[in-house]
């Protein structure tokens, strides 16, 4: 039985706003499913309609094998939430949020004790348990509120873009922690505009773009897709009329992709041999390169593929080994 | 079934701590309840204290007996509006979506909101009993009349902490809760709560017949100045059931207008 299952999915707000306008998919029990798309794409809404906090307007969802709008109070029962602003009051210590987390799930008190003592553990917030929440970093919030989302030991834990401006050493953690809960069983929904994030942890990865599904796959099988390498360069002088000129010598060798930040792209037909051949072409046409990079493609070019647009901030991708997050 | 009201019962309690402990962690929460209404007693009375000697000003052992009622109205409708802002920023922080999203009563975080409320009602009411006896008020009623205005105070509280409920849900915003501060003074001064119906000139005087908060005023003052009476205090309790009427009205429309927002 898959964990999730969405059919024709809709959300439409008034004034005729169509967040999410139809989406299929399905997520099996046991696997981390990603929602990749751009802000505004109707990634949240979606999470929003999954969790029972938002009525569809069309189409329907069963989670956990519940209906979301039938059976509403059976699937809260059955999932963890983590809002994408980390939906905590500052004026609670951790301690007592979980406390009434564990609560609001109908947990006798001293489970209730118990498993907040181990779940703050377990998110590495042992120490600063006592202290109210206004004064933890994001990193820390983002913890505390994954483990707030695990007090009821939910079958299917859906996260609404967890790192978002966490620094890379959080981010990590975050990412740490959601493979161990995988590997123990629990299904995972998450959102994200990160490529990056999608990449690493994803078994399955779902592109949304304007509120419709883009694509669907593996991140190796979307890749492969893609296909071919891609070319970046960048010219010794950015003028215009030579960029034109650029592009067609390139179009001789694949087709030319969306330049970003005045880097020049294109997908290589043949593949990396091509190489010298590009170099060459421009060296006839009179132009010069500065600088040269072939990339492996990437799920931002699946999203270039499908969608004919650069995912924003793909340029933006975390740096795992910088940055320092001390935060106990 | 037992269960789960008892279960109910344990959200609504965790839920209203919480709010209770928030605005003793929080001072701009309890100022409003505690803080101006007492600054006010103290400047009306120390300020206006002659208003007894007037013709129509009834019999009372001094002016600070006749101003405790309105001092505690006011405390009640301030913890009203506090509880606004309060639920308003939940909603704002998404706090509200993490209660949404468990599997209890949608009504559960309103009513826990409103039982904190009433708690803050009725520590008001203790406080400012216990200011006035210090201050050399004299509660005609005695104990058990003291009592009973605490229990108003209380009922009061959460009466209010409806309208403010269904102000903080409909607008979602602790910006337009905090503007409705104002408004608690004109209704105040529009009532019967500082001074006696008959001193206020047209058309005061008839907008503070009509205004529940003269019923609740009398129905507070009565047990301080005069005496327990069955008939003030069902007065007083007329009143307070008006302003609950209408604001868990309006609190239930603002809360299924959210649920159905998301």
């Known amino acids: 039985m898959a964990a999730i299952e969405i059919r024709g999915l809709e959300r439409r707000f008034s004034g005729g706003v169509v967040a999410v306008a139809g ?44 209906d979301v709008v039938r059976e509403a109070a059976d699937v809260r029962r059955s999932i963890g939430v983590a809002l994408q602003e980390a939906a905590l009051d500052p004026l609670m210590t951790g301690r007592e949020l979980m406390h009434l987390q564990a609560t609001l799930h109908g947990i006798p008190r001293n489970d209730g004790v118990r498993r907040s003592t181990a779940l703050l553990n377990r998110v590495g917030l042992t120490q600063a348990a006592d202290r109210r929440i206004g004064t933890y970093s994001g990193g820390m919030r983002r913890r505390l509120d994954l483990a707030t989302a695990l007090v009821h030991d939910p079958n299917v834990l859906f996260l609404d873009e967890p790192t978002t401006g966490l620094d890379p050493v ?7 922690e959601v493979r161990k809960l995988n590997d123990e069983g629990t299904t995972v929904f998450l959102t994200t505009q990160y490529l990056e994030e999608a990449d690493q ?19 190796a ?14 010219l010794v002088t950015g003028v215009n009329s030579e960029h034109t000129r650029a592009v067609e010598v390139l179009a001789r060798f694949g087709e030319p992709l969306p330049s970003k930040n005045g880097m020049l792209m294109v997908s290589l037909e ?25 990339v492996q493609p990437s799920l931002d070019d699946v999203f270039v593929e499908k969608t004919g647009r650069h995912l924003e901030g793909a340029d933006k991708q975390p740096a795992a080994e910088t940055g320092v997050g001390a935060e106990q | 079934m037992r269960g789960r009201l008892v279960w109910n019962l344990r959200v609504v309690a965790a839920l209203g701590r919480r709010s209770v402990m928030q605005a003793f962690r929080r001072p701009q929460f309890l100022a409003p309840i505690i803080v101006f209404p007492s ?12 208003a007894v000697d007037l013709p129509q000003f009834p019999q009372v052992h001094g002016f600070l007996d006749f101003q405790l009622a309105g001092a505690m109205l006011q405390s009640t409708m301030l913890a009203g509006v506090s509880g606004a802002i309060a639920l308003a920023m939940d909603i704002e922080i998404g706090f509200v979506d993490r209660l949404i999203a468990a599997p209890i009563a949608r009504s559960s975080f309103v009513l826990g909101r409103l039982v904190a409320t009433g708690m803050l009602g009725m520590i008001a009411g203790i406080w400012f009993i216990a200011v006035g006896l210090v201050f050399g008020a004299h509660i005609a009623g005695g104990v058990m009349g003291a009592l009973v205005v605490i229990a108003m105070v209380a009922l009061n509280a959460l009466a209010w902490g409806t309208v403010g409920a269904a102000l903080a849900l409909k607008s979602g915003r602790a910006s337009v809760a905090q503007g409705v501060f104002p408004l608690v003074f004109v209704i105040l001064f529009l009532s019967s709560a500082f001074f006696p119906r008959g001193l206020l000139l047209e058309p005061a005087q008839t907008i503070a017949d009509w205004n529940p908060m003269s019923l609740i005023a009398e129905g507070l003052r009565d047990p301080i100045i005069s005496g327990l009476s069955f008939g003030s205090t069902m007065k007083g309790l007329g009143g307070i059931a008006i302003v609950a009427a209408i604001g868990t009205a309006l609190s239930m429309w603002g809360l299924r207008a959210r649920l159905r927002a998301g």
């Open chain 1, 23 to 66: 989406i299929d998919l399905e997520v099996a029990e046991g696997e981390i499913y990603a929602f990749l798309g751009p802000n505004g794409a109707g990634k949240t809404t979606t999470v929003r309609m999954l969790t029972t906090l938002l009525r569809p307007t069309g189409g329907h969802a069963i989670v956990a094998g519940h």
């Open chain 2, 39 to 50: 600054l006010f007693l103290a400047v009306n009375t120390g300020g206006a204290g002659r």
């Open chain 1, 221 to 234: 099988l979307l890749k492969a897709q893609v296909g071919r390498p891609r070319l970046e360069l960048t």
């Open chain 1, 201 to 219: 942890l994803a078994d399955r990865v779902g592109i949304i773009d304007d509120g419709r599904m883009a694509a669907e796959g593996t991140p």
């Open chain 1, 170 to 176: 959080s981010r990590r953690a975050i990412w740490e």
């Open chain 1, 270 to 294: 043949r593949g990396a041999s091509d190489i010298a051949l590009v170099v060459r072409a421009l060296d006839e046409a009179g132009l010069g390169v500065e600088t040269l990079n072939l």
